[in-house]
Nanobody, 116 residues
Framework: QVQVVESGGGLVQSGGSLRLSCALS?????????MGWFRQAPGKEREGVSC????????TYADFVKGRFTISRDNAKNTVYLQMNSLKPEDTAVYYC????????WGQGTQVTVSS
């Protein structure tokens, strides 16, 4: 069974940056049409952040991260990244990576905390 493993979360001050990584325990990200990042803040529903096409690298973003976050993939390293810049306290959440932008396997999440 494929396991999705996120890493890179942590505590950062407002305005800071973090880069999240998403790797697969087996198989290849190229086995999927797309990979995506989601997040869930305390007391809120899970929401989509960004998705990327594995074949051509085209990406979509939620309005609340446009211009601040960048999703990318490195097929050679079998990893998907989420570069997060200009972080805000409202970005505090558990961030999840999922295959097929949510229709595939999910990871356990990595905590991102942005202090004001």
């Amino acid at each position: 069974q494929v396991q999705v493993v996120e890493s890179g979360g942590g505590l950062v001050q407002s305005g800071g940056s973090l880069r999240l990584s998403c790797a697969l325990s087996s198989g290849f990200i190229s086995d999927y049409y797309a990979m995506g990042w989601f997040r869930q803040a305390p007391g809120k529903e899970r929401e989509g952040v960004s998705c990327i096409s594995i074949s051509d690298g085209s990406a979509t973003y939620a309005d609340f991260v446009k211009g601040r976050f960048t999703i990318s993939r490195d097929n050679a390293k079998n990893t998907v990244y989420l570069q997060m810049n200009s972080l805000k306290p409202e970005d505090t959440a558990v961030y999840y990576c999922a295959g097929e932008c949510g229709a595939g396997p999910w990871g356990q999440g990595t905590q991102v905390t942005v202090s004001s």
